[in-house]
């Protein structure tokens, strides 16, 4: 069984900052593409940020510059740095990750999610 795990959601002021995390677990060969998603109430889930196994990293505009995506491929974690916080980030945040699971030669690849960690900015 292989899960994700997020942490570190919770309120802040606009302006303030926020660190997510979401360790993955279980029978894991690798691990690949990492990222963040988010849905706020009443929008579909959007793309946040997202990770390569080797650090390539991309991010939505309306983040770009605020917040940082990072990983640690030893400890199976990725991470979402959130500053200059806005009230439109707001949302439901989820951990999304690119999952090799088993024991080689017995692997298969599935997308894994997390349950979602709330984060609210006050307006």
């Known amino acids: 069984q292989v899960q994700l795990v997020e942490s570190g959601g919770g309120l802040v002021l606009p302006g303030g900052s926020l660190r997510l995390s979401c360790a993955a677990s279980?029978?894991?060969?690798?691990?690949?593409?990492m990222a963040w998603y988010r849905q706020a109430p009443g929008k579909e889930r959007e793309l946040v940020a997202d990770?390569?196994?080797?650090?390539?990293?991309s991010y939505a505009d309306s983040v770009k510059g605020r917040f940082t995506i990072s990983r640690d491929n030893a400890k199976n974690t990725v991470y979402l740095q959130m500053n200059s916080a806005k009230p439109e980030d707001t949302a439901v945040y989820f951990c999304?990750?690119?999952?090799?699971?088993?024991?080689?030669?017995?692997?298969?690849?599935?997308?894994?999610w997390g349950q979602g960690t709330r984060v609210t900015v006050f307006a």
């Open positions: 999304y990750a690119e999952i090799t699971a088993g024991t080689y030669p017995w692997t298969h690849e599935n997308d894994y």
């Open positions: 279980g029978s894991i060969y690798s691990i690949n593409t």
């Open positions: 990770i390569t196994r080797k650090g390539v990293t």
